[in-house]
């Protein structure tokens, strides 16, 4: 969790996301699956806008993975 | 869990549900959802009050999301 | 698990709990429901007394929330 | 998990079960009861010998509570 | 999660996996398997190209195990 | 998840298995149990010969117990 170097890969894999505004699917620990777009990321969360166009801040100890919407 | 730095957004996102006694929903790691308001956060935990108006201490590794009541 | 400040308002209210013997319920991760009261709390653990007396030593990773028994 | 300090309460607790042979009981994180005496303890793992005197390496981040059994 | 050592038998092990294009199969927490190929790893995630040729970005946290498909 | 110390006992006793071939089993976080040796650890994984000659790249967050298979 203490992993965030803006340098990193995944991180700037989410970034492109969220400049893009891809629409993407979370997988979240849960079981609960999230559609919708990234709006930013910290250390700590990523906040994201869902179908409802709802603001969800999701803790990143409850992500599994990220996909893109095809 | 480390990371608690009272500049980051997702701090001061929670932060803002305080101050504007924002009605939200927790969604919780045991599938149980709590509604009510923010009333304080420390780097372990955050407190909340629900709608029967119970002072729950939440531990901050047990959040999956909160989100606004709309 | 690293934060555990004696000053910070969470590690305070559990002491508050402690201090008045004030009779709590804890939901831990694997659903269960814990009722009694805190007898200590150290870095680690919360050691609680449960309705039949018996003494838990309750792992924090386990937590999910602690709230008074009204 | 890094909280692994010879002196802390939690840590003495489970000390004393091993000295006494005290008859215990595990709760696991995936619901699973242990019951034994624990035989050592390290800051990964706590060492168990359970009622058919099987050895278990238990992860400490597996561990709900422990309790004696009276 | 803070062990990400570029020398450790675990991360050169993935690196194989990549460099060799080798089909896993990955066990999530939540019960889900992927089956598919590493496209990349860092400290945080395993980029993974699934079956119908998704990338998904995998959060470490939620690894279980990977295994080579025969 | 940072204690990987060549010296503790639990690390010893996983090398103590790698180095008589015992068969162990291995239960997870997501309820599976694995049958098999432990080929090698390191501070992130532990890596398995299951019953089928397969080798199993486990995360250590994902165990739970290991005991001898007797």
Known sequence: MTEFDTGLPSVRQVQK???EQQKIVIQ???QETITGQVLWQDP???CVS???EQSLLIW???LIYIKPVP
């Open 60 to 62: 990143r100890q409850a």
């Open 28 to 30: 979240l620990t849960t």
């Open 17 to 19: 996301y969220i400049k």
């Open 44 to 46: 700590q969360c990523i």
């Open 50 to 52: 869902d179908q409802s």
